[in-house]
């Protein structure tokens, strides 16, 4: 039986597997002008918004 940590961490693996996938999908469908295109001087592109994932998620994640 689990415990409630190894629950949290099974349904947030789970989960980080899910919307990466997601995430995966939409990018794919794009070309990389519409990745790193930016609506205005101060709107981020979606490959510098999705840089910052991945770098949230090594700081967070592989941190332990």
Known sequence: MFMTGELFLKHST???????????ACVLK?????????GGDTQNS??????????NLRQWIGWS
């Open 46 to 55: 979606i490959g510098n918004l999705v840089l910052h994932l991945c770098g």
């Open 14 to 24: 789970n989960k980080l597997t899910q919307m990466t996938g997601l995430i995966e």
């Open 30 to 38: 794009l070309d990389s002008d519409q990745i790193w295109n930016r």
